[in-house]
C-alpha cells in the first residue's frame, strides 16, 4: 500500500511538472508578455493574501468569543486574582502586537508587489528605529518579568509562617492530605518507614506526629485562612494542580516543594457562581506519571471554618493514641485557624 501511495505522489508532480510546461509553452505561442502575466498573478496573489488575512482574524476574534465561556471560572483564591490580572495583561498585549504585525505583513505584501519598472529600495538600516524596537519590547518584557517573579516568590516562599501547614502527598496514583496539629508543624518522615499501616513514612517518635491528622479520600480547606502546602512525592516526579485556586506545583521524591495561597470562595459559593450544583474543586496530577495518570484526583472541599472543623472530626489522627482523640485534634486545628485569620 505504501509502495502505491509513493507511486501516486510521484506520478502527481510529474504531472504537475508537465502542465507547467505546457502553460509556458502555451504563453509563447500566444504571444503575451510573460511580464505582464507576472504582475497579473502577484497581484491575484496579493489580493488573495489581504482576504486570508481578514478571514484569519475575523475568525481569531470568533473563536476567542466562542470558547471564552468554557474557560475556568473565576479564580477561587487571593494570589489567582492577581495572577489572572497578570496573564490578562500578557495576553492583551501579545493580541496587540499580533494584530498590528500581521496588518503590517499582508499590508505591506499588497503593497509592495511586484510591478512593471519598479525596484526594490536597498534600505540598510536606521538606528532610530532599531533603538525603538529593541528599547521599547526591552522595557515591556522586564515589567512583565519583574512581576511575575514577584509574585512566585510570594506564593512559594519558606517565610510564609502564619500559613496553616498541610502536606499533599503523591503517588502512583493518589493523592494523601495530612494537617499538622497544635504546634502547627507537620512531623518528620523517613522512606524507609513506608508501609502499610505507614503510608506517609512518618517518625513515630517524633512528638510533631502526634496531634497530625490524615485525609485519605478528599481534602479540606477553610475559607480565608492561608495554606502552606508541604509537596512530596513517594515514587517519581508528579505535580499538584488545583486549577480553580491557580496552584501548580510539582511534587518531587527526595525534596519537598511548597506553595502558599489562601482560598476565598467557598464550594458552596462556587456552586452558585458557575450555576453548577455538581462543581467541586480538584487536586489533579498535571504530569504523565503512569498508565492510571488520568485517574490520579482528589477532590477538595472549601468550607467555612466552623464546618471545616466539624468535618476534621470525622478524620483519623496520623498516630492514634489513648490521650488524644479526633475531637481534641480538630480543637487544635481550629485553634491554628483562628491564629492565621
Given at each position: 500500500m505504501n509502495f502505491l501511495i509513493l507511486l501516486g505522489v510521484i506520478a502527481a508532480i510529474m504531472v504537475a511538472f508537465r502542465l507547467m510546461n505546457i502553460l509556458n509553452i502555451s504563453q509563447e505561442l500566444s504571444g503575451r508578455d510573460a511580464t505582464e502575466e507576472l504582475h497579473k498573478d502577484v497581484k491575484g496573489n496579493a489580493m488573495g493574501l489581504i482576504a486570508f488575512?481578514?478571514?484569519?482574524?475575523?475568525?481569531?476574534?470568533?473563536?476567542?468569543?466562542?470558547?471564552?465561556?468554557?474557560?475556568?471560572?473565576?479564580?477561587?483564591?487571593?494570589?489567582?486574582?492577581?495572577?489572572?490580572?497578570?496573564?490578562?495583561?500578557?495576553?492583551?498585549?501579545?493580541?496587540?502586537?499580533?494584530?498590528?504585525t500581521q496588518i503590517a505583513l499582508f499590508y505591506f505584501i499588497w503593497k509592495y508587489q511586484y510591478r512593471k519598472g519598479?525596484?526594490?529600495?536597498?534600505?540598510?538600516?536606521?538606528?532610530?528605529?532599531?533603538?525603538?524596537?529593541?528599547?521599547?519590547?526591552?522595557?515591556?518584557?522586564?515589567?512583565?518579568?519583574?512581576?511575575g517573579l514577584k509574585e512566585w516568590i510570594a506564593i512559594t516562599s519558606k517565610d510564609n509562617t502564619d500559613g496553616m501547614n498541610v502536606q499533599v502527598y503523591a503517588?502512583?496514583?493518589?493523592?494523601?492530605?495530612?494537617?499538622?496539629?497544635?504546634?502547627?508543624?507537620?512531623?518528620?518522615?523517613?522512606?524507609?518507614?513506608?508501609?502499610?499501616?505507614?503510608?506517609?513514612?512518618?517518625?513515630?517518635?517524633?512528638?510533631a506526629v502526634n496531634d497530625d491528622i490524615i485525609a485519605k479520600t478528599e481534602m479540606h480547606f477553610p475559607v480565608n485562612t492561608p495554606i502552606m502546602l508541604?509537596?512530596?512525592?513517594?515514587?517519581?516526579?508528579?505535580?499538584?494542580?488545583?486549577?480553580?485556586?491557580?496552584?501548580?506545583?510539582?511534587?518531587?521524591?527526595?525534596?519537598?516543594?511548597?506553595?502558599?495561597?489562601?482560598?476565598?470562595?467557598?464550594?458552596?459559593?462556587?456552586?452558585?457562581?458557575?450555576?453548577?450544583?455538581?462543581?467541586?474543586?480538584?487536586?489533579?496530577?498535571?504530569?504523565?506519571?503512569?498508565?492510571?495518570h488520568y485517574t490520579m484526583n482528589m477532590k477538595v472541599v472549601v468550607d467555612s471554618k466552623e464546618d471545616f472543623v466539624k468535618w476534621l472530626k470525622t478524620q483519623p489522627l496520623a498516630k492514634p493514641a489513648p490521650t488524644a482523640d479526633n475531637a481534641n485534634a480538630s480543637q487544635t486545628v481550629k485553634e491554628i485557624a483562628e491564629a492565621v485569620k
Open positions: 488575512m481578514v478571514v484569519g482574524l475575523i475568525l481569531f476574534f470568533y473563536m476567542i468569543w466562542k470558547y471564552m465561556p468554557l474557560t475556568l471560572p473565576v479564580a477561587a483564591s487571593e494570589h489567582g486574582v492577581r495572577t489572572d490580572n497578570l496573564l490578562n495583561i500578557n495576553f492583551y498585549i501579545i493580541i496587540f502586537v499580533f494584530i498590528i519598479h525596484m526594490a529600495y536597498f534600505y540598510s538600516h536606521n538606528n532610530t528605529v532599531e533603538i525603538i524596537w529593541t528599547v521599547i519590547p526591552t522595557i515591556v518584557l522586564a515589567i512583565l518579568v519583574i512581576t503517588q502512583q496514583f493518589v493523592f494523601l492530605g495530612r494537617y499538622a496539629g497544635r504546634d502547627n508543624t507537620l512531623g518528620d518522615s523517613y522512606f524507609r518507614n513506608i508501609s502499610t499501616e505507614n503510608p506517609l513514612g512518618l517518625k513515630l517518635e517524633d512528638k508541604n509537596i512530596n512525592s513517594r515514587d517519581i516526579i508528579h505535580s499538584v494542580y488545583m486549577p480553580h485556586f491557580r496552584v501548580q506545583m510539582n511534587a518531587v521524591p527526595g525534596m519537598t516543594t511548597n506553595f502558599y495561597f489562601k482560598p476565598t470562595i467557598t464550594t458552596a459559593e462556587m456552586r452558585k457562581k458557575t450555576a453548577n450544583e455538581k462543581f467541586d474543586y480538584v487536586i489533579l496530577c498535571n504530569k504523565i506519571c503512569g498508565v492510571s
